[in-house]
């Protein structure tokens, strides 16, 4: 059943919260209490009236009004026991106890916690007697130049003195002014730092933590940091000057340091921790921490959860997050502007108008609100912190342009905000280390192809280097004693392989891995990558989609890209032909450097890790293989390869290992990494394992793709052959103790397929250093035929080519094959499905829909739809989805949902075809992937997929081969509808491309087909 939640705060955090858990289908109603003009009546969300400093009256209003989840925003209310009184109450209740809320609470107790646990941060002392705290701050041997009152109050911002006797102003005014109220008995003054100041937030469930993209906010009220300090005017994120390796280290170090001494510190945290970090020349250290979201760092962070927060929280409150995955929009920034009336901080205006707020919507805004009421119809100001203008786009320039417009579309008399959000991150860009002179060598990579012979360039010549020095500040990596361990590498000649087949767009993250993943041999995180092109006369898009996978493999690999070169050499290469080279450098700490061969021994287990492929070896054995072979590089493999043109199959990139295995690597349970590169299977275990062992593998233990069984039967390889040129479908091997062999795995698994293939033994005289068991055997096995109704039509799938993957969303019920399709979004309509376990540990986000808690089928069904417009869905398939869509639903989504029908003909009905077929003459069996309607017909069909009926064949048997028949074709059709070449006509009937129908049907007709079966 829907939740009803109870949100308490009346800010622009609060109007957050209820904003996104709104998003929710577990959440029947948000009430806000007491809520703003934002959160008054607006579709889910509402204000309630209840009194919320009382606890007693609280709980009975949540007892009263079935409150299954409440959530209390302001750090006062944490402070003064809310969470413990509900709970006590029977009421569940997100958020810190009021001691455990005291890290966030007292700044005093905050302070002592971090200095007797030795956890880095300012320098500092306490002071209740304000002449001893400026004597201390005329004496003190740092700059005691940050003021703070210990505990809450009207204001929490701290004061950042110019001078000395600044410094002792503040102090004078806490202890016996009245800027903070009575209640501030006690003065922290800190030492002022200096370096890059950013956010990191937390869900804590007690024991595990999942930390939230980082922050920086801009908290003088004024441009270029002027102005007195508030608690924030403006914020982005994810912050581009902290680093990926940098925000690991922070993880895996300071924030588990944290979480463990709380522990021992007795203090069971659960709810939100933000942690507020600077980084300085020296380390970075914590300045302070808050137990609840910040303001206005909620209000960047939430809109870039994709995962349902309702969920993360649930996950968070029974401490179940260690088997949630957070899911965040990757490659995009957020970027909050507060608006704060006149006067702010120290005063405000209440009563005036706010206008505008309606066209800001329209621009694609999120407009919180924060210090508002609704007076006479209108909305007007209520405080201080009036409105928070929020931007979510690709790239930061982008949401700060957008994020200004909505400003200047509102307006209120007297309205305050800063001109400069983001300032230091554009400072960043400008410095930044990726800069390119204006040179011809570079022009191909920033101009079409047309503008290269008026830039002057001469066939031949060998130009000057166009970019300036790459530079990379190591200290901000976090490491404290590192080794640099760097590789050079090409692809070698899978490079021909891409210019014949001109796909040019995963060759850079072939040159990344073969450098990345040969680092990892070291134990060596990567740091940085550079790439040199040599080239004919080259073309300006090939170059530009060469230059943009080297970066998407960058980020795959967790690197910097930090410089490239591009020389045109028609002398060297032919026109149109070009040579790549890469360049990767990275770091290891002193004492976890690999391979540790004096720690193996015999016994230990050998871990294979899947290949994608062929990976870049054996390529000029490949090439033979295909001259004196019947195919060619746009034929279908037709032994077991998959849906593919061979050409395609052999360019599959490379696997970058790196983000996957550098938390097992650094966990001390490795003794040696071997990437599998040159010589294949068998040439780089010599390189690893002390000369008195050996290795010994078993084929059998690990799935080798289909590809290398056709390429042994078409170039008639031997055993050896195979196994010193190719990987044989595996990339990488751990060497790991039997005892931890296991737990390594599971490990490994949670990211790579992965298998126990082997061990290491004691090398006996005149015995080879790596033996193969059963390759040859596993091979031949492995030589199933690839059934002829997807290999049909020559060209068909080499045809297929989009730039821009269509969205999918799968709807499911329970356990179907049709799940195999690469998606975005999975919904079902129970939970604990296995489908829905397996998109998590992919990283897909997934949602849990269940009819029985909604009214009518239009209702469900209108759920689904907000749910699959939030991810901006293109395409659905249903995988076992057992509901009746409505008929709206199906008209707004026409041609856009595809199903499997168990099936060939309309002949037989229901979903268990294979009984019918036993007793009948039908020798196969099949299934039909088809497009939904109100009236579905065999005219929808997109492609359909049989399997044969055996004598042998029982109702088990022959259900198993349909499931198959659907993992075939289904892959088939949604590529063909996401590709553009199958899309359902007005008279519902599905339409081909013209140019491409006579690959699919002999009989050429005038009018779209009605049906096709690929036979």
Not at 162 to 169: A, L
Not at 174 to 197: C, K, M, P, S, V
Request: proline share 4%.
């Amino acid at each position: 059943m829907a939740d009803r939640v109870l949100v308490l705060g009346s800010g622009g955090r609060e109007h957050a919260l209820a904003w996104k858990l709104a998003h929710s289908p577990h959440v029947k109603q948000v009430l806000v209490a007491p809520g703003n003009a934002g959160t008054a009546n607006s579709g889910k969300i509402s204000n309630s009236a209840v009194l919320i400093s009382n606890p007693t009256i609280l709980a009975q209003f949540c007892k009263d009004h079935n409150i299954g989840l409440v959530i209390a925003g302001p750090e006062a209310l944490l402070a003064a026991g809310i969470v413990d009184g509900l709970k006590a109450a029977g009421i569940k209740c997100f958020g810190p106890t009021a001691k455990a809320a005291q890290l966030g609470t007292n700044r005093s107790f905050a302070k002592t916690f971090l200095d007797h646990y030795g956890i880095p941060t300012a320098r500092w002392k306490a002071f209740t007697n304000p002449q001893e705290a400026c004597t201390f701050i005329t004496s003190a041997d740092f700059p005691a130049l940050v003021v703070k009152s210990s505990g809450l109050g009207p204001q929490k911002e701290a004061i950042l003195a110019s001078s000395i006797e600044e410094s002792c102003k503040a102090v004078q005014e806490i202890l016996q002014g009245n800027i903070f109220g009575d209640t501030r008995e006690t003065a922290i003054i800190e030492e002022r730092l200096t370096g890059e100041e950013f956010s990191c937030l937390c869900f804590v469930d007690g024991v595990a933590f999942a930390t939230m993209p980082p922050i920086q906010v801009q908290k003088q009220l004024l441009d270029g940091d002027q102005g007195p300090s508030t608690i924030g005017m403006g914020a982005y994120g994810p912050v581009s000057q902290i680093s990926e390796v940098l925000l690991e280290k922070i993880k895996g170090t300071l924030l588990q340091h944290i979480l463990n001494s709380m522990k021992q510190e007795g203090i069971s945290y659960a709810g939100i921790l933000q942690i507020d970090l600077i980084l300085t020349k020296d380390s970075v250290k914590v300045l302070s921490f808050n137990s609840h979201f910040g303001d206005p760092q909620c209000q960047v962070v939430l809109p870039l959860l994709k995962s349902d927060l309702y969920e993360v929280i649930q996950d968070t409150i029974n401490g179940r997050l260690h088997d949630s995955t957070l899911v965040w929009s990757e490659d995009y920034t957020a970027v909050s502007v507060v608006m704060a009336s006149e006067g702010y901080p120290e005063c405000y205006s209440e009563g005036k108008e706010i206008t505008g707020l309606l066209q800001a919507k329209e621009l694609g805004l999120e407009v919180f609100h924060g210090a508002t009421t609704i007076k006479d119809n209108k909305v007007v100001i209520n405080g201080s912190r009036v409105l928070t203008v929020t931007a979510v786009k690709s790239d930061l320039i982008s949401a700060l342009e957008a994020a200004y417009k909505g400003l200047a579309a509102i307006y209120f008399p007297g309205a305050i905000y800063r001109k400069d959000v983001g300032y230091r991150a554009m400072r960043f860009f400008t410095q930044s280390v990726y800069k390119f002179a204006d040179s011809i060598d570079y022009s191909v990579l920033f101009h079409p192809p047309k503008l290269l012979s008026a830039s002057g360039s001469k066939s031949g010549s060998s130009k000057q280097q166009g970019g300036s020095p790459g530079l990379f500040d190591l200290r901000t990596s976090g490491y404290s004693d590192p080794i640099l361990v760097s590789q050079t590498k090409g692809i070698g000649t899978k490079l021909k392989v891409a210019q014949l087949c001109n796909k040019h767009d995963k060759v850079g993250q072939d040159l990344v891995a073969m450098c990345v993943n040969d680092l990892l041999c070291q134990g060596a995180e990567p740091l940085f990558f550079l790439d040199y092109c040599i080239c004919g006369k080259l073309d300006g898009e090939v170059a530009q989609t060469i230059t943009d996978g080297i970066a998407e493999a960058c980020v795959l690999a967790g690197c910097t890209r930090l410089g490239r070169d591009t020389n045109e050499m028609v002398g060297l290469c032919p026109p149109g032909e070009y040579s790549l080279v890469g360049f990767a450098v990275g770091a290891v700490e002193r004492g976890m450097k690999l391979p540790q061969k004096e720690r193996i021994v015999d016994g230990d287990v050998l871990i294979g890790i899947a290949s994608s492929g062929l990976h870049t070896q054996g390529f000029n054995l490949v090439r033979k293989i295909i001259l004196t072979s019947s195919l060619h590089y746009f034929s279908p493999v037709s032994n077991g390869c998959g849906a593919q043109a061979l050409g395609e199959q052999l360019l599959t990139p490379s696997k970058i290992y790196s983000k996957a295995l550098l938390p097992v690597l650094r966990s001390g349970n490795v003794n040696a990494f071997i990437h599998i590169a040159e010589g294949g299977l068998l040439g780089r275990f010599p390189q690893i394992l002390p000369a008195q062992f050996s290795a010994i593998l078993d084929a059998r233990n690990w799935k080798i793709p289909g590809i290398f069984s056709w390429l042994q039967k078409e170039g008639g390889l031997s055993e050896r052959e195979m196994a010193q040129t190719l990987n044989c479908g595996i990339g990488a091997v751990l060497v790991v103790q039997k005892e931890l062999a296991r737990k390594v795995l599971k490990d490994v698994k949670k990211y790579e397929d992965a298998w126990l293939i082997g061990k290491v033994v004691r090398r006996l005289a005149g015995y080879p250093h790596v033996e193969i068991r059963n390759l040859l055997e596993v091979l031949l096995q492995n030589r199933s035929p690839f059934p002829q109704s997807v290999s049909d039509g020559d060209s068909l799938f080499q045809a297929i080519h989009t730039k821009r993957k269509v969205k999918v969303a799968v709807l499911l019920s329970g356990t179907e094959s049709a799940s195999c399709a690469q998606v975005v979004l999975v919904i079902a309509n129970r939970s604990g499905v296995e489908e829905l376990k397996t998109a998590s540990r992919a990283g897909i986000p997934t949602r849990v829909i269940d009819h029985k808690l909604y009214g009518s089928r239009s209702e469900y069904d209108g759920t689904i739809d907000t749910v699959l417009e939030e991810f901006s869905i293109e395409l659905i398939c249903l995988a076992g989805f057992v509901r009746v869509l409505s008929n709206n639903f199906l008209k707004k989504w026409n041609g856009k949902i595809l199903s499997t029908y168990p099936s060939l003909s309309s002949l037989t009905k229901g979903s268990n075809t294979y009984k019918q077929a036993l007793p009948a003459a039908d020798k196969v069996v099949g299934c039909t992937v088809h497009f939904v309607l109100e009236n579905t017909s065999l005219e929808a069909v997109i492609v359909q997929e049989s399997a044969s009926v055996e004598a042998e064949d029982t109702e088990e048997t022959l259900s198993e081969k349909i499931k198959e028949a659907e993992d075939r074709a289904f892959p088939v059709a949604l590529q063909l509808v996401a590709s553009g070449m199958v899309q359902l006509g007005a008279d519902g009937k599905t339409c081909w491309k013209r140019e491409h129908r006579p690959l699919i049907s002999q009989n050429e007709r005038k009018h779209c087909s009605s049906s096709h079966t690929l036979q």
